[in-house]
């Protein structure tokens, strides 16, 4: 089993930034694919960001890859997203994800283990 735990969200100003985090542990997830995902109300889950933590790779959807990063510490038990240039409709609850799987099927929406998510909002 992996554990995800997410923290970091929070009420902030539009323009504004914030930086979510997310702790992995329960095995060895050096090969995993670690990402984020939101689900804004009423709608459906969404790809935020990816990073493979066996070649380093990582990819944001094209939505917010201006404005958002993703990273992760060497010792590939925590996963960043570094939000910047926030807007109301970044307001969302942010879930980490993790897959043993490449990052091409967590993009597709696989993801095998779940946090219980951080609510992010942005206000006007």
């Known amino acids: 089993q992996v554990q995800l735990v997410e923290s970091g969200g929070g009420l902030v100003q539009a323009g504004g930034s914030l930086r979510l985090s997310c702790v992995a542990s329960?095995?060895?997830?050096?090969?995993?694919?670690m990402g984020w995902f939101r689900q804004a109300p009423g709608n459906e889950r969404k790809f935020v960001a990816a990073?493979?933590?066996?070649?380093?790779?990582?990819d944001v959807a094209d939505s917010v890859k201006d404005r958002f990063t993703i990273s992760s510490d060497n010792a590939k038990t925590s996963v960043y997203l570094q939000m910047n240039s926030l807007v109301p409709e970044d307001t969302a609850v942010y879930y980490c994800?993790?897959?043993?799987?490449?990052?091409?099927?967590?993009?597709?929406?696989?993801?095998?283990?779940w946090g219980k998510g951080t609510l992010v909002t942005v206000s006007s």
């Open positions: 990073i493979s933590w066996s070649s380093g790779d990582t």
């Open positions: 329960g095995r060895t997830l050096g090969t995993y694919t």
């Open positions: 994800a993790a897959t043993p799987y490449p990052m091409t099927t967590m993009i597709r929406g696989r993801v095998d283990y």
